[in-house]
């Protein structure tokens, strides 16, 4: 791997992609930040990026521009992306065609839940880049942690948890700051070539659990109720969320609703070289 090279992060400006960029930047990583909205760039700068490729990710000519001189790629796709798959093979072709040394694929934990849309768009992407001879690993990381952000100030009204699933579904949910630091190790590390790591968080939690927490954290009673999807929709109706992307949401909610999603933390305690964040911890360093 050659670290004299950038490394292009697409989805930069993003709730991930931001604290990667920053990451990678803290351990001396030459970043290239893809993004497609120019007033995103001083941002990227002061994050940490030390180079900004102005494009988007369904324009050819553009990823070819960004892709101009790269050692490496991390791809972090926006989420539920119609054409994710389609995204995804473009740029592992282009990849190929111009040298790029290794294709970093974010993708999610368990690609292969076929009645999860964009669970099943990743497995595409992951199939094409296997297959792709160019090296890659490919990152499986489980719900975030972070997901308590949006709802906490309804949490700190109502003291209701709302989700739209069932309150006893268990999820390996994950601190998105580990996932940064992992990506960070992954990109800039030697020795991470042909690996699928998964990654999930210390704790299987339901809604309960994260509620009974919450509670002994703040002091004041807390419970977990499931949002019905009917409410989830017009929401997020309301809300101007694009119809196709709703539908998918809810798809994964019920998926969620009936299986929750667990995976085993071992791969990330490896990765990290120390203990997973359980969620007590992030919500203390987060939101109080
Ligand atoms: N949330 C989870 O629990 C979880 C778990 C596992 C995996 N993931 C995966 O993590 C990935 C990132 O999620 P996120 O929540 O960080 O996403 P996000 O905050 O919505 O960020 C998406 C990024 O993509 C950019 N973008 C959107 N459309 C684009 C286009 N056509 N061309 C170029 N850039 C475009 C956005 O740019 P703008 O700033 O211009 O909008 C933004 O920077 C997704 O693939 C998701 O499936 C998420």
Redesign the pocket.
Known sequence: MDLTKPILV????????RRVVAALAGRGGPVRA????AE?RDELKRGGASEIAL????DDASLRRALDGVGQILH??????PREDAIARTLIDFCDEMNVGRFVL?S??HPLLSDVP?HAR?LEAERHLVGSGLPYTILQ????MQ?LVPIWKSVLSTGVHDMPFSTTAQFSIVDLSDLAETCARVMMEPGHEGATYQLAGPEALSQNDMARILTQVLGKPIRAEAKPLDRFRSEAQAAGMPAERIETMCLMNAHYDAHGLLGNPNVLRWLLGREPNRFESFVRRELL
Do not use: N
Not at 34 to 37: G, K, L, P, S, Y
Not at 141 to 144: A, F, M, W
């Open positions: 697409t989805g930069a400006s993003g709730r991930t992609g893809f993004i497609r909205r995103a494009g988007d990710l369904t972090i796709c926006p989420p539920m992306h974010y999610v934990l964009h990743k990381p489980s719900r975030y997901h």
